[in-house]
């Protein structure tokens, strides 16, 4: 039985903010997340939540994973980005060049997301987080398809996407090679089993599918600590 995607997860140094932040880019509701942490519930087909998680660590280097926002006309995009302005977003240059149409933004603590120009074939039919892209082999790409039990909508030179049979984002990949070592990033996929499911064969079956466990008493049950086939860490919750 495949798992369900529960939630996308930030470390935040502050939370609360950062919370207060993508409520006012997404238009979601805000409210108190399992544990410490913040959770934004979706008001739309997203099917899973983003969560806020604190840490004292800062930000290093370039997330591997960052939303990709839609528009559905150049003013909609100028309006998602001085929304995002006022709201303590800042432009920020990751090479992506003069002509490009996307604009790059970072949120008040760094993390990167793109605001993509209209007119974008890919996510014409994706809401306004179009998709969830990331760094990755095409071998996560079919991990995470089998995983979640999201068919793949994309497979080509490398590059996969999967998505919901419920609609909401994409997630991507596109196709970089695989880490050595288990990396515990700013985001983080929160994932559990179905109704009726268990953790522990849960964490066994994605064994078998390709992933590692990272740290087996972490959580004290609540969850396990698990990295996927590129090295890249994920949480298997109770529920």
């Not at 196709?175 to 990033?185: F, I, L, N, V």
Request: hydrophobic letters at 40%.
């Amino acid at each position: 039985m495949a798992a369900q995607l529960v939630a996308l997860c930030f470390d935040a140094n502050d939370p609360v903010g950062l919370a207060r932040f993508w409520a006012g880019v997404f238009d979601w509701q805000l409210t108190a997340g399992p544990g410490e942490a913040v959770a934004l519930l979706p008001s739309d087909d997203t099917g899973f939540q983003v969560r806020f998680l604190p840490t004292n660590q800062p930000k290093i280097g370039k997330n591997h994973m960052h939303f990709d926002l839609t528009s559905t006309s150049l003013g909609d995009q100028q309006q998602t980005v001085a929304r995002s302005l006022a709201l303590g977003a800042r432009h920020i240059d990751i090479g992506q060049g003069p002509d490009a149409t996307h604009v790059v933004l970072a949120d008040p603590e760094g993390n990167e997301f793109c605001v993509i120009e209209p007119g974008n074939q890919f996510l014409a039919d994706c809401g306004f987080i179009g998709a969830i892209a990331c760094d990755g082999s095409q071998a996560v790409g079919y991990f995470w398809s089998e995983a979640l039990g999201w068919p793949l909508v994309w497979d080509q030179d490398q590059e996969t996407a999967i998505r919901s049979p419920h609609g909401g984002p994409k997630i991507t990949w596109g196709g970089e090679e695989p880490t050595s070592t288990a990396r515990k990033d700013r985001l983080h996929f929160d994932i559990a089993p179905r109704l009726g499911g268990d953790q522990q064969a849960e964490v066994k079956r994605l064994v078998r599918l390709g992933a590692s466990r990272v740290d087996a008493g972490h959580g004290a049950g609540e969850w396990v600590v698990m990295a996927d086939p590129d090295g890249r860490q994920f949480r298997v919750l109770t529920r």
